[in-house]
């Protein structure tokens, strides 16, 4: 590095060198702060993807959030670069994993698909239209009017 570097930039830059975990831990840091682009090139260009399915998994409303604002700028970005992400989504939805259990998530997953619009994410979201819990149903056909 040359010249003066701001401490984010540093503090990303020693992460990076920390071995197995740091490259989710760098992602997980972008988001946190709110550097959604450099979050977004990396979920994009799949460096993140991963990274993103588990922080999505087993987020609270609020990180939720933004890991949403992360994905529509990603898809601004590469519209195709959420593609690998969607196999991820829709087996997370099946099981007994977080996703599949918890009505929030699977509505908000719903959403995440339809933004995604990818033609593997029809069947789930059609089997989620038929959810037992109503608002689940409502992001369910929601995403789907977005295909």
């Known amino acids: 590095m040359v010249g003066i570097t701001p401490a984010p930039e540093l503090a990303l830059r020693i992460l990076e060198q920390q071995g197995p975990g740091a490259d989710k831990a760098v992602f997980a840091s972008?988001?946190?702060?709110?550097r959604?682009?450099?979050?977004?090139?990396?979920?994009?260009?799949?460096?993140?993807?991963?990274?993103?399915?588990?922080?999505?998994?087993?987020?609270?409303?609020?990180?939720?959030?933004?890991?949403?604002?992360?994905?529509?700028a990603?898809?601004?970005?590469n519209p195709f670069g959420l593609d690998p992400l969607v196999p991820l989504l829709i087996e997370g939805l099946g099981g007994?994993?977080?996703l599949a259990q918890d009505p929030t998530?699977?509505?908000?997953?719903?959403?995440?698909?339809?933004?995604?619009?990818?033609?593997?994410a029809r069947p789930?979201?059609?089997?989620?239209?038929?959810?037992?819990?109503?608002?689940?149903?409502?992001a369910a056909?929601?995403?789907?009017?977005e295909f």
């Open 30 to 34: 972008l988001v946190e702060s709110g």
């Open 36 to 72: 959604i682009a450099e979050a977004a090139a990396r979920l994009s260009d799949g460096r993140a993807t991963e990274f993103f399915f588990e922080l999505w998994s087993t987020s609270t409303m609020e990180s939720r959030m933004g890991l949403f604002l992360v994905a529509e």
């Open 74 to 77: 990603a898809l601004e970005e």
């Open 96 to 98: 007994d994993g977080p």
């Open 105 to 120: 998530r699977r509505g908000d997953t719903a959403d995440l698909l339809g933004k995604i619009g990818h033609e593997d």
């Open 124 to 138: 789930a979201l059609e089997a989620l239209a038929k959810d037992p819990n109503p608002e689940v149903v409502e």
């Open 141 to 145: 056909e929601e995403a789907l009017e």
